[in-house]
T-cell receptor
């Protein structure tokens, strides 16, 4: 049972490039989400999904796309990277569709946009 | 939408002392309040949570209290140890979204 796995762990992009951050969980969790963490700002919700085929926006969705074709996977896409998207990105999953259960986090992807 | 404020941003204590971190929230419909600990280079890990039908919950040296009327909740760590040094986040749920506070960096000095 690996929990929540994020790849890659580190990435450097140039402005304008596109990229997909991968997230997979093996706990059969319905709820999955993406956060970004910036100094002094805590974790801010980007997008979330309450089940396969369903996604919704969080607090800071602009510049990011997501899809949920399977229960296990929830990739985050940056369509045209900007320096403001330099951050640490965390994926999380939770058993409950209502997200009122503990969330399990991956170890993050550290992304730098030059 | 929900807004969660967390204080203090940094906290330094001597080993063996107690540490208290406080959070306030704005959405009166919030009913789930978890606390996470984040160590350097790792993702946050749940350490304790409390639901709105409970006023206090304790797990060994860690306790959380909730005051729904005042819309605030607190984390209490007793007999702190150097391994308690980390960043702690409070959070509150609002319409399926978990909203986090800005974090408290706790340093425990031997």
């Amino acid at each position: 049972n690996a929990g929540v796995t994020q790849t890659p762990k580190f990435q450097v992009l140039k402005t304008g490039q596109s990229m997909t951050l991968q997230c997979a969980q093996d706990m059969n969790h319905e709820y999955m989400s993406w956060y970004r963490q910036d100094p002094g700002m805590g974790l801010r919700l980007i997008h979330y999904s309450v089940g396969a085929g369903i996604t919704d926006q969080g607090e800071v969705p602009n510049g990011y796309n997501v899809s949920r074709s399977t229960t296990e996977d929830f990739p985050l896409r940056l369509l045209s990277a900007a320096p403001s998207q330099t951050s640490v990105y965390f994926c999380a999953s939770s058993y409950s569709k209502r997200n009122n259960q503990p969330q399990h986090f991956g170890d993050g992807t550290r992304l730098s946009i030059l | 939408g929900e807004n969660v404020e967390q204080h203090p941003s940094t906290l330094s204590v001597q080993e063996g002392d107690s540490a208290v971190i406080k959070c306030t929230y704005s959405d009166s419909a919030s009913n789930y309040f978890p606390w996470y600990k984040q160590e350097l280079g790792k993702g946050p890990q749940l350490i304790i949570d409390i639901r709105s039908n409970v006023g206090e919950k304790k797990d060994q040296r860690i306790a959380v209290t909730l005051n729904k009327t005042a819309k605030h909740f607190s984390l209490h760590i007793t007999e702190t140890q150097p391994e308690d040094s980390a960043v702690y986040f409070c959070a509150a749920i609002s319409t399926d979204k978990l909203i986090f506070g800005t974090g408290t960096r706790l340093q425990v000095f031997p």
